[in-house]
């Protein structure tokens, strides 16, 4: 057995793995990249769709306010918690998380506006409500490694949108794709959405974006990536320069938060971008994309 240290400058990934841990979820050859449809949208090709959207839908008006905007500025995909991994187990009227009334503003999100819906489960109960609103299911963070839902989820056989646990290597993330594919879902999207080192410059910021793992990812897997950079960062003024990062660094995509008044968000309220931020965000995003031959939608 060779290791694969030989080839590439990875750390903690052989060719055994490959061959035998997620052969799913690796490259068949170099130039071996899926591209996921979810209905006419592509994600792991020439275009960059965006994912913009509330941390949490709070109530029908701003889920509306918000998709109205995004979508006028050409956007397809609409992120939004429905329901939400809340930090404390305590609510109120401002720290809540809106359950099945939410999917009902997202469902008239999708029906005012055409777009498509990306929304997380936490739960294997909650799969068949949000099945029939969800365009992508998000998998969050802290259920990375939540197998038994990843195998729930990936028999609805709706693309799902897998994100890395701040402390997860490549290789654990990889095996939690794999754990998808195995189920047959070949519509997986992985998403870097920062991970938890020592050192940051202020203690708002909690997470670290890891650029690094879309070009180590994309020696590895032909599975498309994004970045969520507003949760990475979790502060308002980093969120531009990390997107426009992404897209540099090879980002497929790009989540990011948009709120219609930021500063009273029910939830997270330091990292959404207001609508004229999102606005100049686009605008140099798009010029970063043009510069790289793709199109960011
Ligand atoms: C989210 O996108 O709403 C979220 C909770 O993200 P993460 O799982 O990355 O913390
Ligand atoms: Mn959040």
Same mark, same amino acid.
């Given at each position: 057995?060779?290791?694969?240290?030989?080839?590439?400058?990875?750390?903690?990934?052989?060719?055994?793995?490959?061959?035998?841990?997620?052969?799913?979820?690796?490259?068949?050859?170099?130039?071996?990249?899926?591209?996921?449809?979810?209905?006419?949208?592509?994600?792991?090709?020439?275009?960059?769709?965006?994912?913009?959207? !509330?941390?949490?839908?709070?109530?029908?008006?701003?889920?509306?306010?918000?998709?109205?905007?995004?979508?006028?500025? =050409?956007?397809?995909?609409?992120?939004? =918690?429905?329901?939400?991994?809340?930090?404390?187990?305590?609510?109120?009227?401002?720290?809540?998380?809106?359950?099945?009334?939410?999917?009902?503003?997202?469902?008239?999100?999708?029906?005012?506006?055409?777009?498509?819906?990306?929304?997380?489960?936490?739960?294997?109960?909650?799969?068949?409500?949000?099945?029939?609103?969800?365009?992508?299911?998000?998998?969050?963070?802290?259920?990375?490694?939540?197998?038994?839902?990843?195998?729930?989820?990936?028999?609805?056989?709706? !693309?799902?949108?897998?994100?890395?646990?701040? =402390?997860?290597?490549?290789?654990?993330?990889?095996?939690?794709?794999?754990?998808?594919?195995?189920?047959?879902?070949?519509?997986?999207?992985?998403?870097?959405?920062?991970?938890?080192?020592?050192?940051?410059?202020?203690?708002?910021?909690?997470?670290?974006?890891?650029?690094?793992?879309?070009?180590?990812?994309?020696?590895?897997?032909?599975? !498309?990536?994004?970045?969520?950079?507003?949760?990475?960062?979790?502060?308002?003024?980093?969120?531009?320069?990390?997107?426009?990062?992404?897209? =540099?660094?090879?980002?497929?995509?790009?989540?990011?938060?948009?709120?219609?008044?930021?500063?009273?968000?029910?939830?997270?309220?330091?990292?959404?971008?207001?609508?004229?931020?999102?606005?100049?965000?686009?605008?140099?995003?798009?010029?970063?994309?043009?510069?790289?031959?793709?199109?960011?939608?």
């Amino acid at each position: 057995m060779t290791n694969i240290q030989n080839k590439f400058p990875g750390k903690d990934i052989t060719e055994e793995d490959i061959k035998s841990k997620f052969p799913l979820a690796a490259k068949r050859n170099k130039d071996h990249f899926s591209v996921i449809k979810v209905k006419d949208v592509e994600i792991g090709g020439d275009k960059i769709p965006m994912m913009a959207g !509330p941390n949490t839908v709070e109530n029908e008006e701003m889920a509306l306010k918000i998709a109205e905007n995004i979508s006028k500025l =050409g956007n397809r995909i609409f992120r939004g =918690g429905a329901f939400k991994p809340l930090s404390f187990p305590y609510r109120s009227d401002k720290y809540f998380e809106p359950r099945e009334k939410g999917l009902d503003w997202l469902k008239s999100v999708k029906e005012k506006f055409g777009l498509l819906i990306v929304t997380e489960v936490m739960d294997i109960r909650q799969i068949d409500n949000i099945s029939k609103v969800a365009d992508i299911l998000q998998i969050g963070t802290r259920n990375m490694q939540n197998y038994p839902l990843l195998v729930e989820c990936a028999k609805t056989n709706i !693309p799902i949108l897998l994100k890395r646990h701040y =402390g997860a290597s490549l290789r654990d993330f990889l095996g939690s794709a794999e754990y998808i594919l195995n189920e047959g879902n070949k519509n997986v999207i992985l998403c870097e959405r920062g991970v938890s080192i020592p050192h940051t410059h202020r203690s708002t910021s909690r997470f670290s974006l890891d650029l690094q793992i879309i070009p180590a990812a994309k020696e590895i897997t032909h599975l !498309p990536i994004i970045t969520d950079p507003s949760h990475a960062t979790f502060w308002a003024d980093w969120v531009e320069p990390m997107a426009l990062a992404s897209i =540099g660094a090879g980002a497929d995509g790009v989540m990011i938060e948009v709120h219609n008044d930021p500063k009273n968000a029910a939830v997270d309220p330091l990292q959404p971008l207001d609508f004229e931020q999102y606005k100049n965000l686009l605008i140099k995003l798009k010029k970063i994309a043009n510069s790289l031959e793709k199109q960011v939608i």
